[in-house]
């Protein structure tokens, strides 16, 4: 490592030291991002001639919010855009949110304001493309069927669709839905509408190839919290009108959903609240089919993660990037190399940390907390700084200081902020940027101790790519990701040599308690008809996948979400070479040969699974 990396790690320290002061000032500590907070305070000084950047956030608060807490924020001059139970989404001018930086004893019932980052349904193409039929003949469907799925209700879960599927299918077949907030009750209901996306699209094709004669409902869900509210109406099995008819969403047979939240809600491990609204969904009867994501390359992508131990071997109290190195330098920074897409358009940055702290992020509903409890918190600070390659020098552009430990200092609920730091940069020239890990709970008043957390570090790039220095392959799932009962599909490509291999872009488990991710996987890289462009990702893999599952239905529709995870997985082609390099995790139980956390039990196989689950079911 040069010197200049050297000095980085100096300038760091340094850094550190002096903005800590700041950062463990416990009491009325903000629930702002640390740069909107930095913002503020350039806007006080600048005075009223600088008007102040529009804002949307997503807000947690410590119990449900209501017309009392609504009114709050709306004399603020904060919209309320919409709210389900604990959350809301805001929008207003920073200068709006201002109060929030004390966060007093007015609204003391909101625990954190989170960056709003909108739902992701991007992917990356290798390989070569094939078209649809293709793609299924390698899944062992012998023959497209012409006539299946009537009878059928399918539900593709997306940011929005096009009026594609409805021109090829019929209006009588295709309902877009999307939420709306009514003017007369100010909740949020389902109305005919849709965003428009081609994504979404590519979806419901790719789903209607196998069952073209299903009736679609299609979601437009561009925000997390409309997608957590569509989520929690479908398991409540709402019914609502569309146009002259009546819908029923406990009718659903199956759902696809090619989407993620970029912010985790949990520890990988299916405990968050969009985890467990999925999970509810196939708790009473409906499968549910999930993109598992594309986060296994590290090199040239838009998105990367990294997993660790927090390690200190220095005593300094930043995480050791590289414990083994015997640069001091990469003991303290990770760097990404950015570059944007187009030359007049920055690429956006975000970079989320999440550590091992939920159990005790939330209302533990005790008025005490014991030393345990104390210790499984933390405070972790993340800091991203630009290094001059010519120079040297360093120069901070972002931080996220969030105070895991302020209801310490509070005396009040018990509420930390979640275990998360998150920070967004814009990036207009190729550069590097590092980013530093730091745990600052030891340097709080009460001496409290730190502990080894286990860390998740999420990278995204928006109008370019990047390659992370240091990358984890497995591991890497996101919210519905890790749910327990939902089927996760990760993504194969068709080779130069004719076979079927592991895309190095496929998100791979296990979650962080053991669990098998994906269960399967299936084709990416096939052609659209309708929107005339090459389907990729993991996003493709789940709804051609789904396709399947609804045919599987069309031919035994008394087929329980159970009895078709494991027709499946029982009996999918093993695969092998460099498809079987990851470990192969304690629980294969749904397999019936080895698997591992990337392919799962392997390529799904439509014609012995239908086999297998007439065999469960009679």
């Known amino acids: 490592m040069n010197t200049y990396r050297l000095k980085t790690i100096f300038l760091i320290v340094v850094l550190l030291a002096v903005s800590g002061v700041s950062a463990l000032a416990a009491p009325g500590a903000s629930r702002l991002p640390w740069s909107d907070v930095q913002e503020l305070l350039r ?67 909101v625990r954190s304001v989170l960056p709003h980052l909108p739902l992701d349904y991007s992917a990356t193409a290798q390989y070569y493309s094939i078209g649809v039929n293709c793609a299924l003949t390698h899944c062992g469907v012998e023959e497209m069927p012409e006539d299946a799925g009537a009878g059928l209700l399918i539900a593709v879960i997306d940011g929005g669709f096009t009026g594609a599927l409805e021109d090829a299918l019929g209006s009588d077949q295709v309902h877009y839905v999307q939420l709306e907030v009514s003017e007369n009750t100010g909740e949020m209901e389902l109305v005919a509408g849709r965003e428009y996306e081609q994504h979404g699209t590519m979806c419901a094709e790719a789903v209607a190839a196998m069952v073209p004669e299903a009736e679609f409902l299609l979601f437009s869900t561009p925000d997390f919290l409309g997608r957590l509210e569509i989520m929690q109406l479908i398991a409540e099995g709402e019914t609502f009108r569309v146009g002259d008819q009546t819908i029923d969403l406990s009718q659903i047979d199956l759902i696809s959903d090619s989407t993620y939240y970029a912010v985790p809600l949990d520890h990988n491990d299916g405990r968050g609240v969009l985890a467990t609204s999925a999970d509810a969904i196939v708790d009473g009867g409906i499968p549910y089919i999930y993109a598992l994501g594309n986060f296994g390359r590290g090199e040239d992508t838009d998105r990367a993660f990294f997993s660790a131990k927090y390690e200190d071997a220095d005593g300094n109290l930043f995480h050791d990037f590289d414990p083994n190195s015997s640069s001091v330098s990469d003991h303290d920074s990770l760097a990404i190399t950015v570059e944007p897409w187009e030359d007049d358009e920055p690429a956006l940055v975000s970079v989320i940390l999440e550590w091992d702290g939920w159990p005790y992020q939330i209302d533990t509903g005790a008025s005490v907390w014991t030393r345990d409890e104390i210790v499984s918190i933390q405070d972790i600070d993340l800091f991203i700084y630009y290094e001059d390659s010519d120079t040297g020098s360093v120069t901070q552009v972002a931080l996220s200081e969030w105070n895991q430990l302020e209801a310490l200092y509070t005396g009040g609920a018990l509420y930390p902020i979640e275990p998360l730091e998150i920070v967004q940069f814009e990036v207009e020239e190729p550069g590097t940027y590092l980013i530093a890990i730091h745990n600052a ?29 240091h990358s984890t392959a497995d591991g890497a799932l996101v919210n519905v990701g890790g749910a327990q009962n939902v089927i996760s599909v990760g993504a194969v490509g068709f080779t130069l040599d004719e076979t079927w291999c592991l895309l190095d872009y496929s998100s791979r488990g296990p979650t962080s308690d053991g669990r098998l991710k994906p269960e399967i996987v299936a084709p990416t890289m096939y052609e659209s008809e309708l929107e005339d462009l ?27 979400p159970e009895q078709l995870r494991e027709a499946i997985c029982r009996t999918a082609q093993p695969l092998s070479g460099t498809c079987n390099s990851a470990p192969a995790p304690s629980d294969c139980e749904f397999c019936s040969h080895s698997c591992n956390c990337g392919v799962g039990c392997g390529l799904v196989d439509a014609e012995a699974a239908l086999t297998y689950l007439r065999t469960l079911v009679d």
Do not use: C, N
């Open 43 to 109: 806007l006080e000084v600048m005075g009223p001639s600088v008007e102040a950047p529009l804002k949307e956030y997503v807000l947690a608060a410590t119990g449900p919010i209501g017309q009392t807490e609504q009114a709050q924020l709306e004399e603020l001059g904060i919209e309320i855009v919409s709210v389900r139970g604990e959350t809301a989404i805001v929008r207003g001018r920073l200068t709006a949110f201002s109060e929030l930086y004390g966060a007093g004893d007015t609204f003391a019932w």
């Open 441 to 469: 709970t030891s340097r709080h008043p009460h001496s409290l101790e730190t502990r080894d957390v286990d860390l998740h570090l999420y990278v995204h790039a928006s109008g370019g790519q990047f390659s992370m220095e």
């Open 534 to 560: 090459v389907f990729t990702g993991t996003s493709a893999s789940a709804p051609l996948f789904a396709g399947i599952v609804a045919w599987l239905l069309d031919e035994v529709p008394e087929a329980t």
